[in-house]
């Protein structure tokens, strides 16, 4: 059965950092841009950053652009999520996503939150972060 594993999480102060990894299991990544999203309580998801199928394009959200990093590692089949200098209003739970596309520019659309959760071929479980002050 094909499935994304989510790892990673936890809690941390403000000013802390904290990886996240995404590992698929029964299909490869090569077909795939990747996404990460956020839900915090009461809010709507929000696209935080993507990854072309290549590796070579990432895209990211303004409110975490410069203390996010999306990578990909080909030959595990893993993505991860370096958060950095992360604050409260970062708290959420976070979910990877695999769209299935090759082109260099469709991570645009996954961050922009044009996409419905439908349109996604895998989910991880989710994970939770929590930011104290």
């Known amino acids: 059965q094909p499935q994304f594993v989510q790892s990673g999480g936890g809690l941390v102060q403000a000013g802390g950092s904290l990886k996240l990894s995404c590992a698929s299991s029964g299909f490869t990544l090569d077909y795939y841009a990747i996404a990460w999203f956020r839900q915090a309580p009461g809010k709507e998801r929000e696209g935080v950053s993507s990854?072309?199928?290549?590796?070579?394009?990432?895209n990211y959200a303004a409110s975490v652009k410069g203390r996010f990093k999306i990578s990909k590692e080909k030959d595990t089949n893993t993505v991860f999520l370096q958060m950095n200098n992360l604050t409260p209003e970062d708290t959420a739970i976070y979910y990877c996503?695999?769209?299935?596309?090759?082109?260099?520019?469709?991570?645009?659309?996954?961050?922009?939150?044009?996409?419905?959760?439908?349109?996604?071929?895998?989910w991880g479980q989710g994970t939770q972060v929590t930011v104290s002050s």
């Open positions: 996503a695999a769209f299935p596309a090759t082109s260099e520019v469709a991570g645009r659309t996954l961050v922009a939150g044009v996409h419905s959760s439908e349109d996604f071929d895998y």
């Open positions: 990854i072309s199928s290549s590796g070579q394009t990432t």
